[in-house]
């Protein structure tokens, strides 16, 4: 369903929780479907399952102040976890509840639940020796609180430098003009790996000049090797049918 058709279940039916993606949330954004529907029984907003950009939740902030966002955190493996924001405005979150224990080996959190698949069929075992699922999910730690990077497979070393791609789409998500954009990693004889975006605009522009408008909003706050040197544009959209983006690099 598009970001029209939510919005216009939400204000048929009063709808007062909306579940959903962050590149939904930046579709929604980008089309502009709140304005055309009244969406004040809108009470939560939730979102998971991928990293959160921070400038499309500063936009929301500003957009829905009346609305409390939340970010959830679950895994078919294990189930959802009980979670709580920092603030509305914050990519920080807590998560654990009963039944749950949560540790952060290498930058890589991992879980340990009641709930927990056994394992998968014909494929190693996601699990540590004493039990505690790996959960492939890059973190940040503050006292109680995580802060999801991204995936570790996700993760672009360029020259040694870690790289996560949310951190990059969230600045080239600011620009006018951009309606989706992924970035990834390709493989350098020298850097090891070179950061590629590919970017999806709401009208045509010409290639050469948006490379260069892209370039300049990146290197204005971003450090040099996060700047991509590779821009692509095309029409394809770049998320599943479930509004989850799709990280095929090119």
């Not at 991928?50 to 493996?77: C, D, H, N, W």
């Not at 006018?176 to 004889?189: A, H, I, P, S």
Request: aromatic letters at 8%.
């Amino acid at each position: 369903m598009s970001p029209d058709g939510i919005c216009s279940v939400i204000a048929t039916h009063e709808v007062e929780l909306l579940p959903t993606s962050p590149t939904f949330l930046n579709l929604l954004l980008m089309s502009e479907a709140y304005r055309r529907y009244d969406l004040e029984s809108l009470r939560i907003i939730s979102y998971g399952t991928e990293p959160m950009p921070a400038s499309t939740l500063s936009k929301l902030q500003v957009l829905f102040p009346q609305v409390r966002l939340k970010q959830t955190y679950g895994l078919i493996e294990l189930g959802v976890l009980r979670s709580e924001s920092r603030s509305n405005d914050s990519l920080w979150v807590k998560i654990g509840g009963e039944g749950f224990q949560t540790r952060v080996v290498d930058g890589m959190l991992q879980i340990k639940a009641r709930s927990a698949m056994l394992g998968y069929l014909n494929a190693p075992s996601p699990f540590t020796e004493d039990g505690w699922f790996i959960t492939g999910d890059s973190v940040e730690v503050d006292g109680d609180y995580i802060r999801v990077l991204g995936r570790k497979s996700e993760m672009i070393n360029v020259g040694g430098e870690k790289v996560y791609p949310v951190e990059i789409e969230s600045v080239i998500q600011e620009m006018d003009n951009v309606l989706e954009v992924t970035v990834y990693g390709e493989k350098n004889r020298v850097l090891g790996n070179i950061v590629c975006a590919n970017v999806r605009l709401i009208a045509d522009e010409d290639r050469e000049v948006f490379a260069r408008r892209l370039r300049k909003q990146c290197r204005a706050r971003l450090p040099d090797y996060k700047v991509p040197v590779k821009v692509t544009i095309a029409d394809e959209r770049q998320h599943s049918s479930r509004f989850k983006k799709t990280r095929t690099a090119e």
